[in-house]
């Protein structure tokens, strides 16, 4: 057995450049007790495994511009991972 340790979210640690992530719902706004902040989180897939991914603003920006304001829209799009000075960008793969 491989047990898997990489958690439920969506993190550069755990991401290699090139992955391909698949938004799988509209998301929902939550509060994080941890960061004492309000989010908005997706669920996506990465290889076989749902994780939650909160996109900061220039990723949500940018899904917006490729797929439209309504996050409705974007389930069953995916996107690919860079790492670029040690930040994680996407690409919406069109």
Known sequence: MIPDFSGEFLKYDETEDGDICEIIDEGKTEYSDALKKTMFNLKVKKNDKILTWSPNGEAGKLLQ??????????????????????????????
Not at 65 to 76: P, S
Not at 87 to 94: A, F, L, R, W, Y
Request: aromatic share 14%; proline share 3%; net charge positive.
């Open 65 to 94: 511009k490729t797929w439209g304001k309504d996050t409705k829209d974007w389930i069953g799009h995916k996107f690919q991972i860079f790492h670029i000075s040690n930040s994680m960008k996407i690409k919406p793969i069109v």
